[in-house]
């Protein structure tokens, strides 16, 4: 078992790339069976890897004197073996009650933190922690259960930047008996043995069950649908990346960042649902940084939009949204810009613009200078300027014409037209200032938002 241990990890360490010669690796060791393997493990491939290994063992502040125990042990099995350690303490329960989470997430969020620390302070490239094959999946069926998509249902992946499993290869099973081979002891969490945990439960109770009612095989099985759908979540991710660097539209801050994306609805249509689903996902993540909250019914939601009314919108977690424009489908962050004073020439006037929730029935000015507009519906950065080729507005029913047959129908004097000032969407005008606004942007009963704008103070009343 030990030779065999030792040449599965490490024919899966070379697989995925985890480890080049001279790599610092920081060890997430709590003296646990599973962290106590991978520490024995990597010391005994240290040399033929040419590799350094430092152990951090995390104190959560729970579980009294047990977490004592571990910790003192953890610092004995390393100064045994010479591996530098350190043991940081967190207070989980704190951290817990604060951020309004579980002593179990709390606890993953506070370790994942403290390693990443630990790893630049000493100047480390990986951090190894120690998931297994049982792991995976428990956190397959975690993940499915809780509405994951193929990434979720993909499992964690060996290598996930300066994170790596090598021990996602061997089953808890193999690790037990590698360490009774080798006679090395460990510490036994007691929450581990409970069921107040949702993994403990799966661990505990159904995946015993299914191996026990339904098929001995099925966590190889899992693991196996896993690395087929890690797979297929790569093959989409990239189709969606290069969907989204073709046609996908960005709008910046004037900080540089990404406050929203877009892409026009009838490209996204031609697409198969899945390819969209990605595409879609992946322009939460470019607007946001982050997929964090987002499951795949937000994901659906979005997709639907590209079948429902204009102004459609669906909320995301942390305050953004999904809306459906004139021609596309967009992700928005919240707090976006709304006004540029730089829109073609210099005109002089600063518009007053506020936003403010819309309240049905709600009565609208009937003031020729101040108006208000669906602010969902803004697809670009609002500007005041004169009139630029290619510019329209949308007319009942949904039809366009231009600013310049506008002004001819309107019997507009030529030398006039280029004073007249508008409040544009990119090409799109909301309003020729003085004159009308577009039907496309006027408020509904549909409208959550109202964008209201002033010019010159809202006087020059009709």
């Not at 990890?9 to 997430?28: A, S, Y």
């Not at 998931?131 to 809780?146: G, I, P, S, W």
């Not at 107040?196 to 159904?206: A, G, T």
């Not at 797979?231 to 540089?256: N, S, V, W």
């Amino acid at each position: 078992m030990h030779r065999k241990i030792l040449e599965s990890i490490r024919e899966f360490i070379g697989e995925n790339h985890m480890l080049v010669p001279g790599d610092r690796v920081i060890i997430g060791l709590s003296g646990g069976a599973d962290s106590v393997s991978l520490l024995m493990i990597l010391h005994e491939l240290k040399n033929e890897l040419n590799i350094e290994l430092f152990a951090v063992h995390v104190h959560h502040g729970l579980r009294g004197e047990e977490a004592d125990r571990d910790s003192a042990y953890a610092q004995e099995l390393s100064e045994n073996l010479g591996v530098p350690f350190v043991c940081v303490h967190a207070n989980v329960a704190e951290y817990a009650r604060v951020n309004g989470m579980s002593e179990e997430e709390a606890g993953r969020h506070l370790r994942y933190r403290i390693l990443e620390e630990q790893r630049l302070a000493h100047h480390a490239s990986k951090i190894a922690v120690a998931h297994h094959a049982d792991d995976q999946a428990e956190t397959v069926l975690y993940n499915l259960f809780r509405g994951s998509g193929l990434k979720g249902i993909g499992g964690m992946k060996p290598v996930r930047d300066t994170i790596i499993r090598p021990l996602l290869s061997v089953t808890r099973k193999e690790i037990l008996a590698y360490l009774e081979e080798k006679e090395i002891s460990y510490c036994e969490d007691s929450t581990n043995s409970g069921t107040d945990y949702i993994r403990n439960r799966l661990r505990h109770e159904i995946i015993p069950a299914v191996r026990k009612r339904i098929n001995e095989g099925a966590v190889s099985n899992i693991l196996q649908a896993a690395k087929t759908a890690a797979a297929a979540d790569a093959y989409f991710e990239k189709a969606a990346k290069q969907i989204l660097e073709k046609h996908g539209i960005r709008e910046k801050t004037a900080e540089g960042g990404i406050c929203s994306v877009g892409i026009a609805a009838e490209i996204l249509k031609q697409e198969d649902s899945i390819v969209r689903q990605y595409v879609i996902r992946q322009m939460i993540g470019e607007t946001y940084q982050s997929l964090k909250d987002i499951t795949s019914v937000h994901v659906e939601a979005a997709e639907k939009l590209l079948f429902k009314p204009v102004g459609r919108r669906i909320q995301l977690p942390d305050g953004g949204c999904a809306l459906r424009t004139y021609g596309e489908l967009q992700i928005k962050k919240e707090g976006k810009t709304i006004f540029s004073q730089n829109g073609g020439k210099e005109t002089g006037i600063t518009p007053v613009i506020t936003t403010f929730p819309y309240k049905k029935g709600q009565e609208i000015p009937k003031n020729g200078y101040t108006k208000w507009f669906d602010y969902d519906k803004i697809n670009s950065t609002l500007s005041v300027r004169y009139r630029e080729t290619g510019d329209y507005i949308t007319l009942a029913g949904g039809g366009r014409k231009t600013v310049k047959s506008f002004m001819i129908d309107e019997k507009i004097p030529k030398e006039e037209r280029d004073k007249i000032l508008l409040a544009a969407d990119g090409s799109h005008i909301l309003w020729i200032i003085g004159y009308r606004i577009s039907e496309y942007y006027k408020i509904t009963d549909d409208t959550h938002t109202v964008l209201q704008i002033q010019i010159g103070g809202g006087k020059n009343d009709e």
